[in-house]
């Protein structure tokens, strides 16, 4: 019975509340007007009662064009239609800087240009502005000045050629010079020198004594042009192989900046036949394995047969000499000494080829 009554009397707190809520949404007070088309209410007020008067004001960085200033809270809870034109403060137009850009996104408020200089051209002053509600840019146009560099330094045992004449020990963007090296000096890095948009030279090259050390002999080669002797940046050398051994590389090697010697060539070796018994093709020649007397070089092809079982027909196989490396097919069956010197015709080579 206790509780049943505590429980009662909480339902009827909630039914009162409820009333009250909707009595106080029935009175329709306004809410604040709120900041729209440039226009604003000063003062804290939050909610308005029906029949209320408010005077409306220009925002910061706006001025009235016309149109009356009040509205007035209606009964339903709505003010009435804002009459008060606003609009932006308006800065003049900009013009851009002499060898450079303004970027204008608009001229009125709170705008902003931003300013650049033409490649070459260095920006002295502010790189943006913006337009105050004063009606006046915050910063003053900036000024775009060429660029010019200051003499290069110039690396241990080089010259510089410049490509023209300059004053007062500088040289204007985009130009400069060529460096050389004393003999027996090399230079090794960029030869041009450049006067760049900041203002800073290209990277200078360096002049060094390059020797690259006396050239050696390579596996199943030799050395076919060269001294036995230190050699200078860009000398070359040549190199050769054995009979029946194929250069793989470049014949000519170049001493390099680094003091090295390029890749070195190898000598790739030739290649056996792995079969005892059977026929080959061999450059569109067909050849018994006994008969068959040549080297095969490396990247040279060998033909051997197959056995179709099911179709009982020969196909042919490809195999290729790899550096002295040539593996024969498994499907590659080799005949029995019987079968090869008594039954030859039904070798996998003899008999009907596979279409
Ligand atoms: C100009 O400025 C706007 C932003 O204000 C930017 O999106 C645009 O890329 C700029 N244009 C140039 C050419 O710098
Ligand atoms: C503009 O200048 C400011 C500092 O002065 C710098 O931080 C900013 O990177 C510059 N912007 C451009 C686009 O150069």
């Given at each position: 019975m206790q509780t049943l009554s505590i429980g009662m009397r909480s339902i009827l707190q909630l039914l009162l509340l409820c009333l009250a809520f909707v009595a106080v949404t029935q009175s329709s007070v306004c809410p604040r007007p709120p900041q729209e088309k440039g226009s604003e209410l000063n003062g804290g007020h939050m909610f308005f009662e029906p029949g209320t008067e408010v005077t409306l004001s220009c925002m910061q960085g706006f001025t009235s064009s016309g149109g009356s200033r009040k509205i007035t809270c209606k009964k339903n809870g709505h003010w009435t239609e804002r009459e008060l034109k606003c609009s932006p403060r308006r800065c003049p137009v900009p013009d851009s800087p002499e060898n450079g850009k303004a970027n204008i996104?608009?001229?009125?408020?709170?705008s902003v240009i931003t300013y650049s200089c033409n490649e070459g051209f260095i920006l002295y002053g502010a790189n943006s502005s913006e337009c105050l509600q004063t009606g006046k840019w915050s910063k003053p146009k900036p000024q775009c000045q060429s660029v010019t560099c200051n003499l290069p330094d110039i690396p241990q045992f080089a010259k510089i050629v410049y490509d023209k004449l300059f004053k007062d020990d500088t040289v204007e963007f985009g130009s400069g010079g060529t460096y050389h090296c004393l003999p027996p000096m090399v230079l090794v890095g960029n030869k041009r020198a450049i006067c760049q948009a900041d203002g800073k030279w290209t990277e200078p090259p360096e002049c060094k004594l390059v020797t690259c050390p006396p050239p050696v002999p390579i596996d199943n080669g030799?050395?076919?042009?060269?001294?036995n002797r230190e050699h200078g940046y860009r000398e070359k050398v040549r190199y050769g192989c054995m009979e029946t051994y194929i250069l793989d590389g470049s014949l000519e090697v170049e001493c390099a900046d680094t003091g090295l010697w390029d890749t070195l060539p190898t000598c790739r070796a030739p290649c056996k036949?792995?079969?005892?018994r059977g026929r080959v093709v061999y450059k569109n020649r067909k050849y018994w394995i006994e008969d068959f007397k040549h080297n095969v070089l490396h990247g040279e092809e060998v033909i051997v047969y197959c056995l179709n079982k099911q179709k009982k027909c020969g196909y042919p196989v490809t195999m290729q000499c790899n550096d002295g490396v040539m593996n024969t097919p498994n499907c590659y069956d080799e005949p029995s000494a019987v079968t090869y010197n008594v039954?030859?015709?039904?070798l996998p080579s003899e008999i009907d080829k596979c279409t």
């Open positions: 996104s608009g001229i009125v408020y709170e030799f050395l076919s042009f060269a001294e036949v792995d079969i005892e039954r030859s015709g039904s």
